[in-house]
């Protein structure tokens, strides 16, 4: 099994030649990194059918031994982690393909690149962990790379802030993480995950560890409160949202839920929090998106909604749903920000009342982008719909009924805005000043939108009943699996909202049917969801101006005493060194000297040693 | 006993005898010229000794004088070699070779590098 | 007697291509010459493959004056390393002597360091000693300028002083023992009262091999010929014969005088405490790079000096550990140097201001070795320390190890000065500065590696069995 330790190694081995050349590689520095990343993709496949073969392989070499402290490094692998790679380096692999054309003539084309290796690299790595120490360090690897991604144009100031705002928000989650971690080796005495999870905990120290982890997962997949990074963070580059907002990183957090279930399911306590706060975000970034007019905030906060409803999948036991979401939203989510870009690439604009009836024009994209769309509505048989399914079948079925009811009303919203968003920008008829120069995006982009496109349509199947449930059998694998039966009255009421969620975008936005007065502008509603809850400003007032005037005091406090005090101790001790410079006389025979009188000084001390005088 | 203490006066007279001679018909022979430059002081390699302590001598001196040293020590190493050789046999003859042939290989280097020549 | 001859084999590759090479430079033009580096190179990596197989054989040779261990066979394989690093490095330097004489000297010097590390007798290691430091004397004063003479003299004067001083402590052990052996110097002192006499042989060995070490207060030497010397010597140096004067130190006392241990143990403490602080607090003073990295080796040699003061296994592994890890970042800053000088920059701090635009790849190497000299994770330094001062803890050595603790800290003030040079002040020109091609392979392998043993210890420590 040594060929996955190649899976994590290749992306590594394309940043390093990247940054050593990638100036002089200029335009091909794309094709090692595809090169790396498609080898990464081909090997995970391998791992996957292994892993559907039922091999299970947990590597590990002693990373560091201090005392009775030992840290392992490994991989694991597992039907889960097998999954997640094939995600993570399809995606990958998709999105570097359509950067070729999208970043095309870009001065820091290299570098882009290289960030790209190494950002897979890390969630790879993140994946693939045998022990949580390794989780943590691929964590925080994986929000260096958005970092550096997302604010990749960090000559525009919002790009920089925004890449900032990321990676300061999900640092709070991560704290809780990181506390959780050391709570967790206080009282197993052991990170490794394996033997972790064959621990019996009491329930109490379960839900406190597993919730400190959901704070992790809080703040990387943008979950209530935390979300506020996720529709800022939009300024990177679009094929970088695919892939790090749509698929990979911001999965992190729900992939850690999902890793550490068995601890989660041990805390009770735990998993309700996880359902509660799953639903509140699904809920809220659905209605928010209802409002947005920025066609990538509008995908962004669907992916905060759609990430809550993995949650909630995961919160109510539901674990195969969740994770089956999980991949699913992947493929068509990465399939939407990659349209998107397309969109944008066409109009630069990403407004969306400026864009209008460029299905004529865009053929591929706008095909490709409708069949995300029918994915993430959950229109049978698109991918959405049997995941999405399945969540609300688990909440239903677990006695959630609250969740189950807020969960159905946010599909009815989540197919509101996507067909709002899909009548405006692909039909009706042109708007704003794009003009005649629209045209479809070249074949190196589009080859990836069919490519996910045929995914959404497919991807939904292997977890449906036709194909009897493959997916679930072979997740849960490793946890026991349940007994499956369907459920038509939630299915029925799941197909009839998204329905509804599409007829209704249909009369407001390409009929003229419904009076104007209907939705309007002005009341309370539609001003508290423009303003996304005024959750940034809450936190503009309630902790960064604070912060800000308690740094402010506590700057002068440093400044004058810290700094003093410092400084003090500086100068005494550079006098010191100033004064030693006298030693060195520069004279050999002082030199000498000196030699012979300390052989007689050590003489004398060593004959003190034995008592001799 | 005895026959070491006669065989060691014998060495002891003859040297004796031999230094005698040899200054005593140097004293007879001579003939008596005086100059100067027989007076000064001499020491081997520079003439004028009474001077500034600091003078320069050429550094050529100092390179014959080294490498002069080095075969000398050879030699030292050489003699309590000879007289054991027979029983250490052919290895120890070739570890001599080598060792000869490394301190060759400096005079060589010298050579090469032009310091033998004395202008 | 019957020897090994494959158990001599690095050295004895070392030998015949230093012959070699100085018969290269006695018969082939100057053109040809360049060749001489890459001879060289090849000859060292041979000797390193030669090596590889004398992993975890143990054995004598010549009468049980040459030992070869695991400890020997580690250090063998660090100088062969950081040697075949300085050479790579230096292979398109401009020269100031030959180019066959100065590798073949180098050459020399590696092989007398090698004698060392294996040295089982107090003639041996005499003699491999000044196997070691008489090729040094000749490169330091291999420029022709004052600085580089004064320092070589003063290297050459100081050096004969130590080595009589050694000398004549070698010279009282044998008096009360009758032996020069290490163990049967150990076998006839065992089971008897220490006498002073023989102290005053041992504070004698100590104050030898710790002037070759660059120990306080016998360090006088090491600022002054790291300045003064040309740069590809002065980054020889710094791993070269240090690496000789420690491996002497782990076999010599340990083994011979391990009667005395505790007495031996405290003088170490004694010089490592001086060392560090007055390293330290003299580095503060400099404005010279090179000055200021000879005042850090000083340094730095107190906190190796920590493992021989801890007197066990663990404090020798943690300390051969802790001198690779030293080794490879005071290598890679002075060859950073080498770099910039090359290409006419000064060696004041204040002429690397802005090095970063100039150069980033070299100011971003520079950074990375003096984080790793300072001790900042996750360069390989932190990781020495933290082996070598949980040594010390380990065996109750708690003040040393806060005092290498705080010296860490002051050490921070000098290395941060010449960062901050590089990234926060402006250049005078915006100059690209070129780097050769080996030059600049040798500075990636070196951060490499830094990085590599900062992230993974346990691939090194793993082969010492720590």
């Given at each position: 099994?040594n060929?996955?330790s190649?899976?994590v190694?290749?992306p590594?081995?394309?940043?390093?030649?990247?940054?050593?050349?990638?100036k002089?590689?200029?335009?091909k520095?794309?094709?090692?990194?595809?090169?790396a990343?498609g080898?990464?993709?081909?090997l995970s496949v391998?791992?996957?059918?292994?892993?559907?073969?039922?091999?299970?392989a947990?590597?590990?070499?002693?990373?560091?031994?201090?005392g009775?402290l030992?840290?392992?490094?490994g991989?694991?692998?597992?039907?889960?982690?097998?999954?997640m790679l094939?995600?993570?380096?399809?995606?990958s692999l998709l999105v570097q393909l359509?950067?070729?054309?999208?970043?095309?003539?870009?001065?820091?084309y290299g570098?882009f690149y290289?960030?790209?290796s190494?950002?897979?690299?890390?969630?790879?790595?993140?994946?693939?962990s045998s022990?949580?120490?390794?989780?943590?360090m691929?964590w925080?690897g994986?929000g260096?790379?958005?970092?550096?991604?997302v604010?990749f144009?960090?000559e525009?100031?919002?790009?920089?802030?925004?890449?900032?705002k990321?990676?300061?928000?999900?640092r709070?989650?991560?704290?809780?993480f990181?506390?959780?971690l050391?709570?967790l080796?206080?009282?197993?005495?052991?990170?490794?995950?394996?033997?972790?999870?064959?621990?019996?905990?009491a329930?109490?120290?379960?839900s406190?560890?597993?919730i400190?982890?959901?704070?992790?997962?809080?703040?990387?997949?943008?979950?209530?409160?935390l979300?506020v990074?996720?529709p800022?963070?939009?300024?990177?580059?679009?094929?970088?949202?695919a892939?790090?907002?749509?698929?990979?990183?911001?999965?992190?957090?729900?992939?850690?839920?999902?890793?550490?279930?068995?601890?989660?399911?041990?805390?009770p306590?735990?998993?309700?929090f996880?359902a509660?706060?799953?639903?509140?975000?699904?809920?809220m970034a659905?209605t928010?998106?209802?409002t947005?007019?920025?066609?990538?905030?509008?995908?962004?906060?669907s992916?905060?909604?759609?990430l809550?409803?993995m949650?909630?999948?995961l919160?109510?036991g539901?674990?195969?749903a969740?994770?089956?979401?999980?991949m699913?939203h992947?493929?068509f989510?990465a399939?939407?920000?990659?349209?998107?870009?397309s969109?944008?690439?066409?109009?630069?604009?990403q407004e969306?009342f400026?864009?209008?009836?460029?299905?004529r024009?865009m053929?591929?994209?706008s095909?490709?982008?409708v069949?995300g769309?029918?994915?993430l509505a959950?229109?049978p048989?698109?991918?959405?719909?049997?995941?999405?399914?399945?969540?609300?079948l688990?909440a239903?079925?677990s006695?959630h009924?609250?969740?189950?009811?807020i969960?159905?009303?946010?599909?009815?919203?989540?197919?509101?805005?996507?067909?709002?968003l899909?009548f405006?920008?692909?039909?009706?008829k042109?708007?704003?000043?794009?003009?005649?120069?629209?045209?479809?995006?070249?074949?190196?982009?589009a080859?990836?939108?069919m490519?996910?496109?045929a995914?959404a349509?497919?991807?939904?199947?292997?977890?449906?009943?036709?194909?009897?449930?493959?997916y679930?059998?072979?997740?849960?694998g490793?946890?026991?699996?349940?007994?499956?039966?369907?459920?038509y009255l939630v299915?029925?009421l799941?197909?009839g909202v998204a329905?509804l969620?599409?007829?209704?975008?249909?009369?407001?936005?390409s009929?003229?049917?419904?009076p104007s007065?209907?939705?309007?502008?002005?009341?309370i509603?539609?001003q508290?969801?423009?303003?996304k809850?005024?959750?940034?400003?809450?936190?503009?007032?309630?902790?960064?101006?604070p912060t800000h005037?308690?740094?402010?005091?506590?700057l002068?406090?440093?400044?004058?005493?810290i700094?003093?005090?410092?400084?003090g101790?500086?100068?005494?001790?550079s006098?010191?060194?100033?004064?030693?410079?006298?030693?060195q006389?520069?004279?050999?025979?002082?030199?000498?000297?000196?030699?012979v009188?300390?052989?007689v000084v050590?003489?004398?001390w060593?004959?003190r040693a034995?008592?001799?005088? | 006993?005895i026959?070491?203490?006669i065989y060691?006066s014998?060495?002891?007279?003859?040297?004796?005898?031999?230094v005698?001679?040899?200054?005593g018909?140097?004293?007879?022979?001579?003939?008596?010229?005086?100059s100067?430059?027989k007076?000064?002081?001499y020491?081997?390699g520079?003439i004028?000794v009474v001077?500034?302590?600091?003078?320069?001598?050429?550094?050529r001196?100092y390179?014959?004088?080294l490498?002069?040293i080095?075969?000398?020590?050879e030699m030292?190493?050489l003699?309590?070699?000879?007289?054991?050789?027979?029983?250490?046999?052919?290895?120890a003859?070739?570890e001599?070779?080598?060792?000869?042939?490394?301190?060759?290989?400096?005079?060589?280097?010298a050579?090469?590098?032009?310091v033998?020549k004395?202008? | 007697m019957?020897?090994?001859?494959i158990n001599l084999?690095?050295?004895l590759?070392?030998?015949?291509?230093?012959?070699?090479?100085?018969?290269?430079?006695?018969?082939?033009?100057a053109n040809?010459?360049r060749?001489?580096?890459v001879?060289?190179?090849?000859?060292i990596l041979?000797a390193?493959f030669?090596l590889?197989?004398?992993?975890?054989v143990?054995?004598?040779?010549?009468?049980d004056?040459f030992?070869?261990?695991?400890?020997?066979t580690?250090?063998?394989?660090?100088?062969?390393?950081?040697?075949?690093?300085?050479?790579?490095a230096?292979?398109?330097?401009?020269?100031?002597?030959?180019?066959g004489?100065?590798?073949?000297?180098?050459l020399?010097?590696?092989?007398?360091t090698?004698f060392?590390?294996?040295?089982?007798?107090?003639?041996m290691l005499?003699?491999?000693?000044?196997?070691?430091?008489?090729?040094?004397y000749?490169?330091?004063?291999?420029?022709?300028?004052?600085?580089s003479?004064?320092?070589a003299?003063?290297y050459?004067?100081?050096?004969l002083?130590?080595?009589v001083?050694?000398?004549y402590?070698?010279s009282?052990v044998?008096?009360?023992t009758?032996q020069t052996?290490?163990?049967?110097?150990?076998?006839a002192?065992?089971?008897?009262?220490?006498e002073?006499?023989?102290?005053?042989?041992m504070?004698m060995?100590?104050?030898?091999l710790?002037?070759?070490v660059?120990?306080?207060?016998?360090?006088?030497?090491?600022?002054?010929v790291?300045?003064?010397?040309?740069?590809?010597?002065?980054?020889?140096?710094?791993?070269?014969?240090?690496?000789?004067?420690f491996?002497?130190l782990?076999?010599f006392?340990?083994v011979?005088?391990a009667?005395?241990?505790?007495?031996?143990?405290?003088l170490?403490?004694?010089?490592?405490?001086?060392?560090?602080?007055l390293?330290n607090l003299?580095?503060?003073?400099?404005?010279?790079?090179r000055?200021?990295?000879?005042?850090?080796?000083?340094?730095?040699t107190?906190y190796l000096?920590?493992?021989?003061?801890?007197?066990?296994?663990?404090?020798?592994?943690?300390?051969?550990?802790?001198?690779l890890?030293y080794?490879?970042?005071?290598l890679?800053s002075?060859?950073v140097?080498?770099?910039?000088?090359?290409r006419?920059?000064?060696?004041?701090?204040t002429?690397f201001a802005?090095?970063?635009?100039?150069?980033?790849?070299?100011?971003f190497?520079?950074a990375?070795?003096?984080f790793?000299?300072?001790?900042?994770?996750p360069?390989a330094?932190?990781?020495?320390?933290?082996?070598l001062f949980?040594?010390?803890?380990?065996?109750d050595?708690?003040?040393l190890a806060?005092?290498g603790?705080?010296?860490?800290?002051v050490?921070?003030?000098?290395?941060?000065t010449?960062i901050?040079?590089?990234?926060?002040?402006n250049?005078?020109?915006d100059?690209?500065?070129?780097?050769?091609k080996?030059?600049?392979?040798?500075?990636v392998l070196?951060?490499?590696?830094?990085?590599?043993?900062g992230?993974?210890?346990s691939?090194?420590?793993?082969?010492?069995?720590l």
């Amino acid at each position: 099994m040594n060929y996955l330790s190649l899976i994590v190694l290749l992306p590594v081995l394309s940043f390093i030649l990247l940054i050593v050349f990638g100036k002089k590689l200029g335009d091909k520095a794309a094709h090692l990194s595809i090169a790396a990343v498609g080898a990464a993709f081909g090997l995970s496949v391998k791992a996957l059918l292994d892993a559907m073969g039922g091999a299970h392989a947990d590597l590990s070499f002693t990373w560091l031994t201090i005392g009775n402290l030992k840290l392992t490094f490994g991989l694991l692998l597992d039907p889960l982690a097998a999954m997640m790679l094939v995600v993570v380096t399809f995606v990958s692999l998709l999105v570097q393909l359509f950067s070729v054309g999208y970043m095309h003539g870009d001065k820091r084309y290299g570098w882009f690149y290289a960030c790209l290796s190494m950002f897979t690299a890390s969630m790879l790595l993140l994946v693939f962990s045998s022990n949580f120490v390794q989780m943590y360090m691929a964590w925080e690897g994986v929000g260096l790379f958005s970092y550096l991604l997302v604010g990749f144009w960090f000559e525009k100031r919002s790009a920089s802030d925004a890449a900032k705002k990321a990676f300061m928000v999900t640092r709070v989650g991560d704290l809780g993480f990181g506390i959780g971690l050391i709570i967790l080796f206080i009282t197993a005495g052991t990170l490794d995950m394996s033997q972790v999870f064959a621990m019996k905990f009491a329930p109490e120290t379960a839900s406190l560890i597993a919730i400190l982890f959901f704070f992790g997962a809080i703040g990387k997949s943008a979950q209530f409160p935390l979300h506020v990074w996720l529709p800022d963070a939009m300024e990177g580059p679009t094929p970088v949202s695919a892939l790090i907002h749509a698929a990979t990183m911001v999965a992190a957090g729900v992939y850690l839920v999902a890793r550490a279930y068995p601890l989660f399911e041990q805390g009770p306590a735990a998993m309700e929090f996880v359902a509660i706060i799953g639903t509140i975000t699904a809920f809220m970034a659905a209605t928010i998106a209802l409002t947005a007019t920025d066609i990538k905030k509008i995908l962004a906060y669907s992916t905060v909604s759609q990430l809550g409803y993995m949650m909630m999948g995961l919160g109510v036991g539901a674990f195969a749903a969740g994770t089956f979401h999980l991949m699913n939203h992947a493929f068509f989510k990465a399939l939407l920000f990659l349209g998107a870009g397309s969109v944008i690439h066409a109009v630069h604009s990403q407004e969306i009342f400026d864009m209008g009836g460029l299905s004529r024009k865009m053929k591929i994209t706008s095909l490709t982008f409708v069949i995300g769309g029918l994915a993430l509505a959950g229109i049978p048989p698109f991918s959405g719909f049997w995941s999405k399914d399945e969540i609300l079948l688990g909440a239903f079925e677990s006695g959630h009924t609250a969740i189950f009811a807020i969960g159905l009303l946010t599909a009815l919203f989540t197919a509101f805005y996507t067909f709002r968003l899909i009548f405006v920008v692909f039909f009706g008829k042109p708007r704003g000043h794009h003009g005649d120069h629209v045209h479809e995006s070249p074949a190196v982009m589009a080859v990836p939108l069919m490519l996910l496109a045929a995914l959404a349509l497919t991807s939904g199947l292997l977890g449906s009943p036709f194909m009897g449930n493959a997916y679930q059998s072979f997740i849960l694998g490793g946890h026991g699996g349940t007994e499956h039966h369907i459920n038509y009255l939630v299915m029925g009421l799941s197909i009839g909202v998204a329905v509804l969620g599409i007829f209704g975008a249909w009369l407001k936005y390409s009929t003229n049917l419904l009076p104007s007065n209907v939705m309007s502008k002005n009341n309370i509603i539609y001003q508290l969801l423009v303003n996304k809850y005024y959750i940034d400003e809450i936190y503009e007032y309630t902790l960064v101006k604070p912060t800000h005037a308690i740094a402010r005091y506590v700057l002068t406090f440093d400044q004058r005493v810290i700094d003093g005090a410092v400084n003090g101790v500086a100068w005494v001790i550079s006098r010191i060194g100033g004064g030693l410079k006298y030693l060195q006389t520069g004279y050999a025979q002082n030199y000498a000297l000196v030699m012979v009188i300390s052989v007689v000084v050590l003489i004398i001390w060593s004959f003190r040693a034995i008592q001799l005088f | 006993m005895i026959s070491e203490i006669i065989y060691f006066s014998v060495f002891v007279a003859v040297g004796l005898t031999v230094v005698v001679l040899m200054l005593g018909l140097q004293k007879l022979l001579q003939t008596k010229r005086h100059s100067d430059a027989k007076l000064s002081v001499y020491e081997c390699g520079n003439i004028d000794v009474v001077s500034d302590p600091r003078i320069q001598i050429k550094m050529r001196y100092y390179i014959f004088g080294l490498l002069f040293i080095i075969f000398d020590v050879e030699m030292i190493f050489l003699f309590p070699w000879a007289v054991v050789f027979k029983s250490l046999g052919l290895v120890a003859l070739i570890e001599m070779l080598v060792f000869i042939m490394i301190l060759l290989l400096g005079l060589l280097y010298a050579w090469r590098k032009g310091v033998l020549k004395w202008t | 007697m019957q020897i090994e001859w494959i158990n001599l084999m690095p050295e004895l590759m070392i030998f015949g291509v230093a012959i070699v090479v100085l018969l290269g430079e006695l018969y082939l033009s100057a053109n040809a010459k360049r060749i001489l580096g890459v001879v060289s190179l090849l000859g060292i990596l041979a000797a390193l493959f030669s090596l590889t197989s004398l992993y975890g054989v143990e054995a004598t040779e010549f009468m049980d004056m040459f030992s070869i261990d695991l400890t020997a066979t580690v250090l063998k394989g660090i100088l062969l390393a950081t040697t075949a690093l300085v050479v790579l490095a230096t292979l398109r330097s401009r020269m100031t002597i030959g180019e066959g004489e100065f590798f073949s000297m180098m050459l020399f010097s590696v092989l007398g360091t090698m004698f060392m590390a294996s040295a089982n007798d107090l003639i041996m290691l005499f003699i491999a000693l000044e196997l070691t430091v008489l090729p040094a004397y000749i490169l330091v004063g291999s420029k022709k300028t004052a600085g580089s003479a004064e320092a070589a003299l003063k290297y050459f004067l100081l050096g004969l002083v130590a080595s009589v001083i050694l000398l004549y402590g070698m010279s009282l052990v044998y008096g009360l023992t009758g032996q020069t052996n290490f163990t049967a110097i150990a076998n006839a002192l065992a089971g008897q009262a220490i006498e002073p006499l023989l102290l005053v042989g041992m504070v004698m060995i100590v104050v030898g091999l710790g002037f070759k070490v660059a120990a306080v207060p016998f360090h006088f030497w090491a600022p002054d010929v790291y300045e003064g010397a040309p740069v590809p010597v002065a980054s020889f140096l710094a791993v070269g014969p240090k690496a000789g004067g420690f491996a002497a130190l782990i076999h010599f006392f340990p083994v011979a005088l391990a009667v005395a241990a505790p007495i031996w143990a405290g003088l170490f403490a004694i010089l490592a405490v001086l060392s560090m602080l007055l390293g330290n607090l003299a580095a503060l003073a400099q404005t010279q790079v090179r000055r200021l990295l000879g005042y850090s080796a000083v340094a730095h040699t107190g906190y190796l000096l920590v493992g021989l003061a801890v007197a066990d296994s663990f404090g020798y592994t943690a300390l051969i550990f802790y001198f690779l890890v030293y080794s490879l970042a005071a290598l890679g800053s002075f060859l950073v140097i080498l770099a910039t000088t090359e290409r006419g920059l000064g060696e004041n701090v204040t002429d690397f201001a802005g090095l970063f635009k100039r150069a980033p790849m070299l100011a971003f190497a520079m950074a990375i070795f003096l984080f790793s000299l300072v001790g900042i994770p996750p360069f390989a330094g932190f990781m020495g320390k933290v082996y070598l001062f949980g040594a010390a803890v380990r065996s109750d050595l708690i003040w040393l190890a806060v005092i290498g603790v705080l010296n860490s800290v002051v050490s921070f003030g000098y290395y941060v000065t010449v960062i901050r040079q590089m990234y926060l002040v402006n250049p005078t020109t915006d100059d690209a500065v070129t780097v050769s091609k080996p030059l600049y392979l040798s500075i990636v392998l070196i951060m490499a590696a830094v990085v590599f043993l900062g992230v993974y210890p346990s691939a090194f420590l793993s082969i010492i069995n720590l």
